[in-house]
């Protein structure tokens, strides 16, 4: 079955501590994305990657990071979480500029 | 940078009235794509337009793109309770970036 998984789908952790959200496709896109949703703010693109080794800022990339060493996986890494950083968040992949795919969603609470 | 405008934000409407939300870019758009996302759900792709002033229809739901590829609306016949959600245009623009509008989530009233 074509999917997009994420994990964890919900995580509560504290300031400073490093997490790290993973997201794998198994449909061999080469296009990935990580998105966060924060009420009557829509879908918020952080960081995308149009292919292995080949990332870029989306419009909200500031307190994460990214990595795509294979073309299956796109870690979003928090390396010292804030209170401001607790939201839905959501993984997406697709052919191209094609449709986009997306995983479940992780929901973050950072106390 | 590239911006797209949505709205409304929200919609009540009675079943059976029909709905329209409507997307506008500050940029031109390679492609627009349409989602839609259940209460407690992910995003869902419905529809994606590529070509000046071209429109598509899925049952219900007729999506437009328009002539300068930098707006775009999604029209929905005679709602029905299962057309409850939040819909989304995305559009694409340089470099690929694709940009989500805020959405407009659609209440039905039976």
């Known amino acids: 079955e074509a999917q997009v998984t994420q994990n964890p789908r919900y995580l509560i952790t504290v300031t400073g501590k490093k997490l790290t959200v993973t997201c794998s496709q198994n449909?061999?896109?080469?296009?990935m994305s990580w998105y966060r949703q924060d009420p009557g703010l829509g879908l918020r693109q952080i960081y995308y990657?149009?292919?292995?080794?080949?990332?870029d800022k989306g419009d909200v990339p500031e307190g994460y990071k990214v990595s795509r060493k294979e073309k299956r996986n796109f870690p979003l890494i928090l390396e010292s979480p804030s209170p401001n950083q607790t939201s839905l968040y959501f993984c997406?992949?697709?052919f191209g500029t094609g449709e986009l795919f997306f995983g479940e969603g992780s929901r973050l609470t950072v106390l | 940078g590239q911006q797209v405008m949505q709205i409304p934000q929200y919609q009540h409407v009675q079943e059976g009235e029909d709905f329209t939300t409507y997307c506008n870019s500050s940029?031109?758009?390679?492609?627009i794509q349409w989602y839609k996302q259940r209460p407690g759900g992910h995003p869902v792709f419905l529809i994606q337009?590529?070509?000046?002033?071209e429109v598509k229809k899925q049952k219900r739901l007729t999506f437009q793109f328009g002539e300068a590829k930098k707006n775009s609306s999604l029209h929905i016949t005679a709602t029905q309770t299962t057309d409850v959600g939040t819909y989304f245009c995305?559009?694409?623009?340089?470099?690929?970036?694709?940009?989500f509008g805020i959405g407009t989530k659609l209440q039905v009233i039976p």
């Open positions: 449909m061999n896109h080469e296009y």
């Open positions: 995305a559009g694409t623009g340089g470099y690929q970036k694709v940009t």
């Open positions: 337009l590529v070509k000046s002033g």
């Open positions: 997406a992949s697709s």
């Open positions: 940029t031109t758009l390679s492609n």
């Open positions: 990657s149009m292919n292995v080794e080949v990332t």
